[in-house]
């Protein structure tokens, strides 16, 4: 079993439409969580990073997380042609940027 | 947010040549530098950790002797792939944790590197 388990997609939503994107993962030490945006052939771009259970918003973007179901979300509002792209979670046990652990990502197609 | 950048973004060598990838953080310091290796479809996975001024640190089943990595100055490290063969191609991407924001855990990507080695 994977230390986080994310659906591949590819994910098709309408433009305008609010998309669901999720992880799950084992590792009860991890604390902090990330999603990054990965567009095809580029490095990832953190979007969100948050540290513990709770929600995080930031513009068209909020982060859940769930502890005690090791379960994280990330949710777009009002989503864009512009949003299409690989959307990866990742996750840590301690801050700093050490050892992150990544899903295998979620891509995702937003359609006029 | 901060900036890092790689070079080369893409790469065709000969099965048997080495290929050097830098990675540099354009407008902060950084003592510690993330190397990762992302096959298709697949995610990031960790290689290793480059550490300014000292060697780098490994993650269990990445060979050190064929990934060459070296951090000489705060702002540079390098990744060399020796001796490479097909089955080395693939998307290396390193990261960069700017110092100057302890305790965030933010990471920053560089473009990534796309090698193929026929």
């Known amino acids: 079993q994977k230390e986080v388990e994310q659906d591949p997609g590819p994910l098709s939503v309408p433009e305008g439409a609010i998309v669901s994107l999720n992880c799950t993962y084992s590792n009860s030490a991890f604390q902090y969580f990330m999603w990054y945006r990965q567009y095809s052939r580029k490095g990832p771009e953190l979007l969100m990073y948050t540290y513990s259970s709770g929600n995080k918003e930031d513009g068209r973007f909020t982060a859940q997380v769930d502890k005690s179901s090791k379960y994280i979300s990330l949710f777009i509002r009002d989503s864009q042609p512009s949003d299409s792209a690989t959307y990866l979670c990742?996750?840590?046990?301690?801050?700093?940027?050490?050892?992150?652990?990544f899903g295998t990502g979620t891509q995702l197609k937003v359609e006029l | 947010g901060a900036v890092v950048s790689q070079h080369p973004s893409w790469v065709i060598c000969k099965s048997g040549t080495s290929v050097k990838i830098e990675c540099r953080s354009l407008d902060f310091q950084a003592t510690t530098m993330f190397w990762y290796r992302q096959f298709p479809k697949q995610s990031l996975m960790l290689m290793a950790t480059s550490n300014e001024g000292s060697k780098a640190t490994y993650e269990q089943g990445v060979e050190k002797d064929k990934f060459l990595i070296n951090h000489a100055s705060l702002t540079l490290s390098t990744l060399t792939v020796t001796s490479a063969h097909p089955e080395d191609s693939s998307f290396y991407i390193c990261?960069?944790?700017?110092?100057?924001?302890?305790?965030?855990?933010?990471?920053?990507f560089g473009e990534g590197s796309r090698l193929t080695v026929l």
């Open positions: 990742a996750m840590s046990a301690t801050g700093g940027g050490n050892k992150l652990t």
């Open positions: 990261s960069a944790r700017d110092e100057g924001r302890p305790g965030t855990g933010e990471l920053f």
